[in-house]
């Protein structure tokens, strides 16, 4: 029987319910998110992912999601967008966007938000 690592007792004891993603950088560290919101941008799909972090734990690897929006807490939170790609295997991959894709995909989540602020 496999043994559980910290990580994953620690999703369960936070109940996420959401979709968690695994990120690693350029130097082999590994981060964990939540799919906070899928934004559909012609034919592509973007995810905002939100970091998810443990209270203990010392966290200065910081990215920002550059929406623009006053009341997002983006500077609060380790917030990112990443494409989601089907890899060889049929599988969704995150990747970074392109410059123009974060671009469009901002602007997507800005009319989301607008449109939301209107219903209220």
């Known amino acids: 029987m496999a043994k559980k690592n910290q990580q994953e007792e620690f999703f369960e004891e ?3 319910e959401d979709v968690v993603v695994e990120m690693t950088d ?3 560290n590994v981060y964990y998110y939540s799919e906070e919101m899928v934004i559909p941008v012609g034919d592509d799909n973007f995810a905002i992912l939100v970091g998810i972090h443990d ?3 010392e966290h200065e690897h910081h990215h920002h999601c550059g ?3 006053d009341d997002c807490d983006c500077d609060d939170d380790d917030v ?3 494409k989601i790609v089907l890899n060889e295997d049929g599988e969704e991959e995150y990747i970074e966007p392109t410059d123009e894709e974060f671009e469009a995909v901002q602007k997507a989540y800005e009319e989301l938000m607008y449109e ?3 219903e209220e």
């Open 14 to 16: 936070e109940n996420f």
């Open 26 to 28: 350029a130097e082999g």
């Open 55 to 57: 209270e203990d734990e």
């Open 67 to 69: 929406c623009g929006d």
């Open 80 to 82: 990112i967008i990443a």
């Open 116 to 118: 939301a602020d209107e």
